[in-house]
């Protein structure tokens, strides 16, 4: 159902264990709002290493790690691919981004 809606969740880790922080229609909103999220809770963003984790679609992580240069001056990324296992659940073309806060 949050396919054909167009649903993309927006989610966070409390205590090491993965949580819904909010959910979001559209791709173009959903990187928006992680943009946002990025500035309310990052510290000192341009001088942190940035993880951008990918499920099948490394154009879409590199669009990420743009927006991320452009927005918040960072230099440094590690680009990688999301596991067979996690990817299975959570389908082609998820993002993960991590950063300190």
Known sequence: MG????IKLIC??????IH????????????KRLLEIMKERGRNLSDQLIGINHSDDYAGAM?????IEEKFGCREFLISEIGAVIGSHVGAGTYSVFFLS
């Open 3 to 6: 396919s054909l809606l167009n």
């Open 12 to 17: 966070h880790f409390v205590d090491g264990k």
């Open 20 to 31: 819904p922080l909010e959910k979001v229609h559209g791709e173009k909103k959903a990187k």
């Open 63 to 67: 669009e990420i790690k743009h927006l």
